[in-house]
């Protein structure tokens, strides 16, 4: 099979810029205080939100590679960077949903809030030019974007990960709601959990309610994002300099 796993390349994306780092194999992941929402269409610049969510991930990234899930991290850089492995990142988005919302609740018609009874894993193809469709394993292997055997991996540690998280954020009054992970390989096709792990990619609602302390706050104007985003930013114990 001619599958092709390609390294990722220095690149500016919607709320990070990843650079090439200062050794063979390694990366700078660097946090914008950009926020955008559907694809794009909504955009906002909040001062600080990139330190914030920066912050946030390299706690969550060392929380799961302590709970033995390998992750891209290799170290702090400063207030807005990590360093972290280059990978040939998988197109796919991964999202582990606890409770429904957001598209499955309007692809499905399921009740806003219904919580699964085993924690459900989607696949959404990374394509903006069709808008991240959702699509199923068959799709994935046709589109040659994974190895089934790797996407077994990449199962099982996606729905490991939400798992920690669940039981960290319940730990410090949140309920995880659903979150979406990256996975990628190195060179020795190793697989490793990527990307950011912030209140950008993963929903939190006050435990027991249906307050939301993630993005959502400015997808849909309930809420000031920075003050959301300091907030759970808090709860973790994190001090954000300038805050
Ligand atoms: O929109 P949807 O309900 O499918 O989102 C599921 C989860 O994936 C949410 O936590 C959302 O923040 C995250 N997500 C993301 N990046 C996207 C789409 C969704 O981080 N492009």
């Known amino acids: 099979m001619g599958m092709s796993y390609n390294f990722s390349m220095s690149y500016e994306g919607k709320a990070k810029i990843m650079k090439d ?10 946090f914008k205080d950009d926020v955008t929402a559907g694809n794009g269409k909504k955009k ?39 360093l972290v492995k280059k990978l040939k990142i998988f197109p796919l988005e991964v999202v582990v949903r606890n409770k429904a919302t957001g598209s499955i609740v309007r692809r499905l018609g399921l009740e806003k809030g219904l919580e699964f009874e085993r924690p459900l894993f ?7 030019d069709l808008h991240d469709p959702l699509i199923c394993q068959e799709h994935a292997f046709m589109l040659e974007l994974i190895y089934p055997d790797d996407l077994l991996i990449v199962r099982n540690r996606a729905l490991r990960a939400n ?14 709601i659903d979150i979406k992970f990256e996975f990628g390989v190195d060179e020795e096709e190793n697989i490793y959990l990527a990307d950011e792990i912030s209140p950008d990619t993963m929903r939190l609602w006050a435990k027991g309610t249906t307050e939301s302390f993630d993005k959502d706050v400015f997808r849909e104007d309930k809420a000031d994002l920075l003050s959301t985003y300091l907030e759970v930013a808090k709860r973790m114990g994190l001090k954000i300099e300038g805050f």
Do not use: C, Q, W
């Open 163 to 176: 798992e920690i998280l669940k039981e960290y954020f319940t730990s410090i009054g949140f309920d995880l």
């Open 122 to 128: 989607e696949i959404f193809y990374k394509n903006d």
């Open 44 to 82: 906002a610049v909040i001062e600080g939100k990139g330190k914030i969510n920066k912050a946030i991930t390299l706690k969550l990234l060392k929380l799961v590679e302590e709970n033995a899930i390998p992750t891209h991290l290799i170290e702090d850089i400063d207030d807005r960077s990590i």
């Open 21 to 30: 780092g200062p050794s063979e194999g390694t990366m700078i992941m660097y």
